[in-house]
Nanobody, 124 residues
Framework: QVQLIESGGGVVQPGGSLRLSCAAS????????VGWFRRAPGKEREVVAG????????RYADVVQGRSTISRDNAKNTLYLEMNDLRPEDTAVYYC?????????????????WGPGTQVTVSS
């Protein structure tokens, strides 16, 4: 299975910005469709955004719509999530994972190789 490693999280103040990265490692490539997910304390993991192979199709969860941009660089096997106007409710561990299609809300049922995630904390 594809191995995806997330990075770029940190502690930011409300209203701040972060750019998360997700790199395919171990000789694997970014999946054709791939997305960002997050798990906040005490909550289920939820999809944040998804993107198609060439980046022409994107989908965002309502909670980040208008504040986040998903993009990818296939030459670098890297996925990005730029988040602006961060809010305390954005505090979560962020993960990337493959999708069957860019607008799906879950990875394929046989996917079980979640990376370590990257912690985003929004606090004053």
């Amino acid at each position: 299975q594809v191995q995806l490693i997330e990075s770029g999280g940190g502690v930011v103040q409300p209203g701040g910005s972060l750019r998360l990265s997700c790199a395919a490692s171990g000789g694997t490539s970014l999946p054709a469709a791939v997305g960002w997910f997050r798990r906040a304390p005490g909550k289920e993991r939820e999809v944040v955004a998804g993107i198609s192979w060439l980046g022409g199709s994107k989908r965002y969860a309502d909670v980040v719509q208008g504040r986040s941009t998903i993009s990818r660089d296939n030459a670098k096997n890297t996925l990005y999530l730029e988040m602006n106007d961060l809010r305390p409710e954005d505090t979560a561990v962020y993960y990337c994972a493959p999708l069957l299609y860019y607008d799906r809300s879950q990875p394929p049922s046989n996917f079980n190789s979640w990376g370590p995630g990257t912690q985003v904390t929004v606090s004053s």
